[in-house]
């Protein structure tokens, strides 16, 4: 059970557009903390896609955006493309009475149809 | 460019040890908080340990506190894992990251992974 909630699966065909949602609650996103994304192709290692909600590091294209919104944050691909399909983990950090530790989701993969 | 190079996983029996190397190159070692993550064969990704830039610091996660330890020679620029009590569970590909610049943690580069197969 992740402390952060993702769909197991979603699914697009090529040039569409599609969001991927990561649900936290009040002691990992809605206190403030980041959301982080991280796409993983077959057989590879994950490679951070967003920081920060919703910044791109150097050479993601833009095609990738993220938004967060109270304990809530969503990454939303547009211009869906072959190579897009991979497994997608949405990430923060989670403190409350019982400790403070780094949170994933439990990830999303994307099929493009 | 910045590269990190695990290794050392293999198949160990339960209750068994084995450390592991992540090797740095690229950046300014010494400068960066270095974490292992790791994956369970078909599962999602689970935050191991974080070590401060200067080892000052370490934390774990609950599931294998008091069986791992995670530390650093700056001047080998090297990570390592040495792992002891090994279960079924701990089976996993093992992941060294770099802690990125963001207020929240977070990994801006990985390695490739070494596998760990606890098995008899």
């Known amino acids: 059970q992740s402390v952060l909630t993702q769909p197991p699966s979603v699914s697009g065909a090529p040039g569409q557009r599609v969001t991927i949602s990561c649900t936290g609650s009040?002691?990992?996103?809605?206190?403030?903390?980041?959301v982080h994304w991280y796409q993983q192709l077959p057989g590879t290692a994950p490679k951070l896609l967003i920081y920060?909600?919703?910044n791109r590091p150097s050479g993601v294209p833009d095609r990738f955006s993220g938004s967060k919104s109270g304990t809530s944050a969503s990454l939303a691909i547009t211009g869906l493309q072959a190579e897009d399909e991979a497994d997608y983990y949405c990430q923060s950090y989670d403190s409350s009475l019982s400790g403070s530790k780094v949170v994933f989701g439990g990830g999303t993969k994307l099929t493009v149809l | 460019q910045v590269q990190l190079v695990e290794s050392g996983g293999g198949v160990v029996q339960p209750g068994g040890s084995l450390r592991l190397s992540c090797a740095a190159s690229?950046?300014?070692?010494?400068?960066?908080?270095m974490h292992w993550v790791r994956q369970a064969p078909g599962k999602g990704l689970e935050w191991v340990a974080f070590i401060r830039y200067d080892g000052s610091n370490k934390y774990y996660a609950d599931s294998v506190k008091g069986r791992f330890t995670i530390s650093r020679d700056n001047s080998k620029n090297t990570l390592y894992l040495q792992m002891n009590s090994l279960r079924a569970e701990d089976t996993a590909v093992y992941y060294c990251?770099?802690?990125?610049?963001?207020?929240?943690?977070?990994?801006?580069?990985w390695g490739q992974g070494t596998l760990v197969t606890v098995s008899s």
């Open positions: 009040s002691s990992n996103i809605g206190a403030g903390y980041d």
């Open positions: 990251a770099k802690e990125g610049t963001g207020t929240t943690v977070d990994f801006d580069y």
């Open positions: 920060g909600n919703s």
């Open positions: 690229g950046f300014t070692f010494s400068s960066y908080g």
